[in-house]
């Protein structure tokens, strides 16, 4: 981490922080990720089912434009979601040449696993942080929500 004279980090700088953000960031999700075994559904299938799951059923389009991917990206990961039967694809009822895909409850128990896992392995990383970091970690973690939405 970058700072001044003093040792203290400049919280003016924009540019800084984003770097800073994207390494730190990019490590964790990179070791999150490596603890699931190979074959594994993706990081982006992850991310579809858990937006089906906690929004339900949307079309592939909607989906898409919500996950910031390409429609024929989103095409190839409902397919391998709908293959590994954790969503199931059904003719939308006003408009029948559309699908509605929608989280079955293999999709849902596999989330909760996956969930699991990398939420033990945060709070047994956790533990060895003081309260008073943790705090702070929990203070930051509504303002990496929004910088989230916001990319």
């Given amino acids: ?65 919500r996950e910031r991917v390409r429609p024929q990206a989103m095409a190839t990961t409902l397919a391998q979601l709908e293959q590994r039967g954790l969503i199931r694809r059904t003719p939308d009822a006003v408009d029948g040449r559309r699908s509605i895909a929608a989280v079955t409850e293999k999709g849902r128990a596999m989330l909760a696993e996956r969930r699991s896992e990398s939420v033990r392995r945060l709070a047994t990383v956790l533990d060895g942080f003081s309260a008073e970091e943790r705090e702070t970690l929990g203070a930051a973690v509504p303002l990496l929500a929004r910088l989230a939405e916001r990319l």
């Fill in 1 to 65: 981490m970058a700072s001044d004279a003093d040792g203290a980090r400049d919280p003016g700088d924009p540019l800084l922080l984003a770097a800073e953000l994207r390494l730190a960031v990019g490590r964790m999700t990179r070791r999150l990720r490596q603890a699931h075994a190979v074959g594994d559904v993706s990081l982006s299938g992850v991310s579809v089912l858990a937006r089906l799951a906690a929004d339900g059923p949307d079309s592939p389009t909607s989906l898409a434009e």
